[in-house]
């Protein structure tokens, strides 16, 4: 058997929004250890693990008798982790919304990827429930992902020169992590007056 998942472990020390990875598509913590302990306690052994990058983990294993792994406390303390990074968030997403009675008629999301489908679905429960509506479309670099859909939503992924350059609008990049001062000043030289949240 071979599966990946996502490397939480790596994902908190150096994305600020580690939580941002639990969506529709990864709707559990798992790391490294907790899949040793579902393998043994479903009878299989872990054979093999390779990382990839700073965002998966990759395992093999095959069935076995009598494999066990004690999952002990070692949770413990990344929850408690996780748990301050979901304070966090819900702190940023409080300002964001907190924002609202500014934003301009057009608000766009930046980035086609699960970092904004997370953001949709906060930002959803903090304003008694967002909708789509309210978020125009998504903007992104990527000439792969241009008019094609964010996954899970109805909202069409543009260029950020077509949008900005004709529209006075805002964009919502407080989700982009390490890449956010970087997008933000591309931002800004395409449009200086755009409204960055």
């Known amino acids: 058997m071979i599966f990946s998942i996502p490397a939480m472990d790596k994902i908190m020390e150096y994305h600020p929004w580690p939580v941002l990875t639990m969506n529709f598509e990864h709707t559990l913590y798992m790391d490294v250890h907790t899949i040793k302990y579902m393998l043994g306690q479903s009878g299989f052994e872990l054979t093999g693990m390779k990382r990839f990058g700073n965002h998966s983990i990759f395992f093999s294993a095959r069935k076995s008798d009598g494999y066990e792994f004690n999952l002990g406390a070692v949770n413990f303390y990344k929850a408690l982790a996780f748990q301050k990074a979901l304070d966090i968030c819900d702190e940023e997403v409080k300002k964001i919304v907190k924002h609202q009675p500014i934003w301009p ?30 978020v125009e479309g998504i903007l992104d670099n990527s000439h792969y992902k241009e008019e094609l859909y964010l996954n899970g939503t109805s909202l069409k992924t543009f260029r950020p020169n077509e949008i900005l350059q004709h529209a006075k609008v805002a964009v919502l990049t407080s989700h982009l992590g390490p890449y956010r001062d970087e997008i933000e000043k591309q931002l800004k030289s395409i449009a200086y007056g755009v409204q960055l949240l």
Not at 111 to 120: A, D, E, F, K, W
């Open 105 to 134: 008629s057009r608000l766009y999301l930046f980035g086609c990827h699960v970092t904004s489908q997370y953001i949709l679905r906060r930002l959803a429960m903090r304003m008694d429930g967002l909708t789509e509506g309210v």
